[in-house]
């Protein structure tokens, strides 16, 4: 409940003000206001000894005498802590607040002055004695009220916190001393020059004083309203948002302190100045530098021309790294990170001796082209950690928009430069060695052709003015070393291809696979899966029967993580016991059948021939060679031909060229048949895996076998694969990709390899252990290939005919 306590005639009180002051009064410590003479004052009492004493006084005669601390942070302010001169008040009027304190309006009355302390406690009372003005009236007196009056009216015009009542009030004033009072309590002043204005009892030193500081106070008015001119003079209706960062930015340049935007393209161009730019990049830097210092920071291209100088100055133009051309140790970090791939290491040493040589030579652009997980990238970190140069990855695959690799202009909202600019910023370097990932799959599509802006980037003629769109001045590509990777070269446009050296990369052997998971994926996943070198080995056995059963791929993909699913089980085991092995986890062959379950790979050869129409092929894939089951069937018929598996029509002209070749020479392959079969069967032919796509000639002569099985009802031999274009005059022409599909055969359990004549110089690039364990027969006629899938062709007395002489492979 609120209380409201008031007195039974306020004008009483305005007049007794002017009766003779008791002996001693109560005082109330201000802590942070300042009374003065003749005006109202509302007051917030809430220590409890003010509140006693306000109670007291309304009990009394309601006069009380006001003084202002010199410390407000002072809490309960004794003596020592109060001015001298205070004024006396009446209270006029008392709310009491739920919360315990007291809102009181105080009358002020006389100035006094206190010469004695009476008493502390409850609160403080002192004798007062009173402090009247000094006036004599002049033409100075006069003049001062009146340029008091003006400047005040003024102010009030001016100030929004003060009431146009004030004008009249301070008009109808003829009292100089009670003017000062009202202006001094209505403008809002610090508490000290207030308290110098209530001490001062000389009214005209006062007026003089009240005078300088209208001035003051007319002067800032008048400053924020020239300020709130220029700013609104900038702004549009869109622009409100950024009103107070304009007033504030005014303000700065009024008072003339420091610039903040000056500072940071002061910054820019003493960085920019430190950096060894093209003449031409210096010119257009320039430029942009004087538009970023003659704009406002609000402009919309400020920040625009900020981020492009930024991006200027973060660009390595002239910081470069030092080759490491030592030959010795460049090949053995080759040798340290990579099994085998000899070919590619000596391209590699190539290069570098290249450079020893003549150190301003432009490099190739490298393309190593391999089915997933045989090192392609790997092998760059390791190139480039042998040169000592910064390496960074960029991966193209997937990249349908030009600007990936040229940037967005920057008249794009949110525009950056490209990938080629960005990893340059990122590799500190002007010479890094940059890897292009995947770059067989790059798209194409409205936005531009990634494969087009690529050829700038790979063009050794044309990359040493290589310009992005986003930065729109040259930068020199020609000392960086690019290496791209692909599965496959068929989807890279011609033009790209052509600016690229291809180094092929095949799958690995068994053998090879074996020394890579010893060397490094069998510590790697140690480590990995927190396991140590003393708790846990895998013999050769165990890691045999994770290639050849659980794993079918041309990499060590697959292989490593099989390896791992091995060390976290063990890992498991270990954590569920003791957190330690009481001996060495030996992980052998029947180990990894235990912790990998029953094997997913087995040989299909031996199974799927038994029957006669039935001959395995050798393909190519972008991820490695494999093995190609061809079947033949027939059912009576008028001769059709039908053929399924979801194949290319090259593969389907092969398989008519494959029927015609038999049907034209069937009275020697299956002597007693007659041509009237085939005019009264249909055939099928049939290519498994149907779900997977299947084009290409080189199933040829594989189809050709499948077709002379079913009519000889001879099956095929189950070690021996086959691969080969076939004519309708049964010579056995070319194939591509002879190390990958004897890979596969190998993978396969097959033993012997069928391939064109024309291909025997391929077999140099297939390892000398792998050549031991296969036997290649190389042929030139259909007739080869049959007798040794078949063996010995039947004679029409029914008798084998004596079986032709096979080429071996060379060793």
Not at 745 to 761: D, M, W, Y
Request: a negative charge; one cysteine or more; glycine letters at 8%.
């Amino acid at each position: 409940m609120i209380e409201i306590a008031g007195s039974g005639d306020e004008r009483e009180v305005a007049v007794g003000a002017q009766r003779l002051l008791p002996a001693t009064l109560p005082v109330l410590p201000l802590r942070e206001a300042v009374p003065l003479p003749d005006t109202l004052l509302p007051l917030a009492v809430g220590q409890e000894r003010s509140i006693q004493l306000v109670n007291d006084v309304l009990a009394g005669d309601r006069t009380l005498v006001m003084v202002a601390s010199k410390n407000p942070e002072i809490e309960s302010p004794g003596p020592d802590d109060l001015h001298d001169v205070g004024v006396v008040g009446s209270i006029a009027r008392m709310l009491k607040v739920p919360d315990g304190t007291l809102r009181i309006l105080v009358q002020g009355g006389q100035r006094v002055r206190i010469k004695r302390w009476v008493r502390e406690t409850p609160y403080l009372v002192a004798e007062v004695e009173e402090l009247p003005d000094e006036l004599l009236e002049s033409a100075e007196l006069t003049a001062l009220m009146r340029n008091v009056q003006e400047t005040f009216t003024n102010i009030v015009e001016s100030a929004p916190y003060l009431p146009e009542e004030l004008q009249l009030a301070v008009a109808n004033i003829d009292d100089p001393s009670a003017l000062s009072h009202l202006i001094a309590g209505s403008l809002r002043l610090k508490p000290e020059e207030r308290q110098e204005l209530l001490e001062e009892v000389d009214v005209v030193r006062r007026l003089r004083r009240l005078v300088e500081i209208l001035a003051r106070e007319l002067e800032v008015i008048s400053i924020g309203t020239r300020i709130q001119t220029q700013v609104q003079s900038e702004l549009d209706k869109t622009q409100r948002e950024y009103v107070l960062r304009q007033q504030l930015e005014a303000i700065r340049r009024e008072l003339g302190e420091f610039d903040e935007s000056a500072a940071e393209a002061g910054e820019l161009r003493e960085q920019l100045e430190q950096i060894m730019l093209p003449e031409d990049v210096r010119r257009q830097v320039d430029r942009e530098l004087k538009r970023l210092e003659s704009l406002p920071p609000q402009a919309a291209e400020h920040s625009v021309i900020r981020t492009w100088l930024e991006w200027i100055a973060s660009l390595p133009w002239d910081n470069s790294t030092e080759d490491n051309l030592d030959l010795a140790h460049a090949r053995s970090v080759l040798d340290e990170d990579h099994y085998d791939i000899e070919q590619v290491k000596d391209r590699i040493l190539e290069f570098l001796a290249v450079r020893k040589l003549k150190p301003d030579a432009r490099g190739s652009i490298l393309c190593f082209v391999g089915p997933p997980g045989v090192g392609k990238t790997s092998l760059g970190r390791s190139i480039a950690r042998a040169l000592g140069r910064a390496f960074e990855r960029i991966s193209a695959g997937g990249m349908r928009d030009e600007a990936e690799i040229r940037g967005h202009r920057r008249t794009y909202i949110g525009a950056m430069p490209g990938t080629i600019i960005r990893a340059l910023r990122d590799a500190g370097s002007n010479n890094p060695l940059f890897m292009i990932d995947e770059i067989d799959k790059m798209g194409a599509d409205y936005r531009g052709d990634v494969a087009s802006a690529m050829l700038e980037v790979l063009d050794p003629e044309q990359n040493s003015s290589f310009r992005d769109h986003y930065l729109d001045v040259p930068f020199d590509l020609s000392n960086v070393m690019f290496i791209t990777t692909a599965n496959t070269l068929d989807t890279v446009p011609g033009p790209l291809r052509d600016r690229m050296e291809v180094i092929a990369l095949a799958g690995y052997t068994e053998e090879e696979k074996l020394e890579i998971a010893k060397r490094y994926l069998v510590p790697r996943q140690i480590e990995r899966n927190g396991l140590k070198k003393s708790w846990i080995s895998f013999n050769a056995p165990a890691l045999r029967a994770i290639i050849s059963d659980y794993t079918r791929e041309a990499g060590v993909r697959w292989l490593e993580r099989e390896i791992g699913g091995v060390c976290r089980k063990v890992a498991r085991e270990i954590a569920e016991s003791d957190g330690r092995p009481r001996t060495k986890v030996l992980i052998s062959e029947q180990r990894v059948r235990e912790l990998l379950g029953k094997p997913r790979f087995v040989p299909e050869a031996r199974r799927r021939t038994r029957e006669p129409g039935v001959a395995t092929g050798l393909a190519w894939t972008p991820v490695g060679g494999d093995v190609l089951f061809i079947e033949a069937t027939s059912m009576p018929g008028k001769g059709g031909l039908l053929i399924t598996g979801q194949l290319g029509d090259v593969m389907k002209e092969s398989a008519q060229a494959a029927l015609s070749y038999v049907r034209a020479h069937v009275d020697r392959l299956a002597p007693g048949l007659g041509a009237g079969w085939f005019a009264e069967n249909d055939i099928h032919i049939h290519v498994p895996a149907g779900a997977t796509p299947k084009d290409g000639p080189s199933a040829g002569v594989t189809i050709t076998t499948a077709l002379v099985s079913l009519i000889t009802r001879h099956p095929v031999r189950d070690d021996v694969a086959m691969t080969g274009e076939v004519t309708l005059t049964g010579q056995v022409l070319p194939i591509g990709g002879l190390k990958e599909k004897a890979l596969a055969a190998q993978r396969n359990k097959i033993r012997t390899v069928i391939a064109p004549s024309l291909n025997e110089g391929d077999v140099d690039e297939i390892p000398e252990h792998l050549r031991r364990d296969l036997e290649f027969v190389f042929v030139d006629d259909v007739a080869e290939v049959l007798e040794t899938a078949l063996g010995p062709a039947p004679s029409k007395n029914g008798r084998p005919q004596a079986p032709r002489a096979r080429r071996p492979a060379r060793a």
